[in-house]
């Protein structure tokens, strides 16, 4: 994006504040591969099934946040290197011991991370699921301690998260 482009007012019509994305539907090469990482490591319940070619996954018992499915991919392979398309879900902890479980979780099924970062207006844990789908899992901070610049704009940063410090919180 353009330093021309940043300075632009805003747009006539902004989206409802209260608007929130509801889920995210990802093509994967084999189901029940990306179902063991959705459901089993990252701890998501199924909540529909369509035969062998999609999944409906939640937390909470929504109707869904993740939705599998190999209509258009069965067998195929992520994307290159340099392509286009999703860079990551982020699936949002209502707080750092809620975090920390899923943290747990990921050390005790092997699953690497590729990451971990302290925005200061969040905490978060990159990873890739076995399609190569970037994932991110992450809390937000109150925002009374988001960091902000002395002209008052939002200041985010990325510095190292102290990942022994979380895993300590998975009580």
Do not use: C
Not at 1 to 17: R, V
Not at 58 to 71: F, K, P, R
């Amino acid at each position: 994006m353009s330093a021309s482009t940043l300075d632009k007012p805003e747009a006539a019509y902004a989206a409802d504040p209260g608007m929130t994305i509801g889920h995210v539907h990802l093509k994967v090469a084999e189901l029940e591969r990306s179902l063991a990482f959705w459901r089993d490591i990252i701890g998501l319940k199924v909540m529909q099934r369509m035969g062998d070619h999609a999944v409906f996954l939640s937390a909470g018992g929504y109707h869904h946040h993740i939705a599998l499915n190999t209509w258009e991919s069965a067998g195929g392979s992520p994307p290159g290197f340099g392509t286009t398309g999703l860079y990551h879900v982020a699936l949002l902890y209502p707080d750092r011991p809620a975090l920390a479980r899923a943290l747990k979780a990921l050390v005790q099924a092997g699953w690497a991370l590729e990451g971990a970062s302290d925005h200061g207006v969040s905490e978060a844990l990159y990873l890739r699921d076995p399609d190569g789908n970037g994932v991110e899992l992450y809390r937000d901070r109150d925002r009374a301690d988001w960091p902000f610049d002395a002209q008052g704009k939002l200041a985010m940063l990325t510095k190292r998260l102290d990942l022994r410090a979380l895993l300590a919180e998975a009580a």
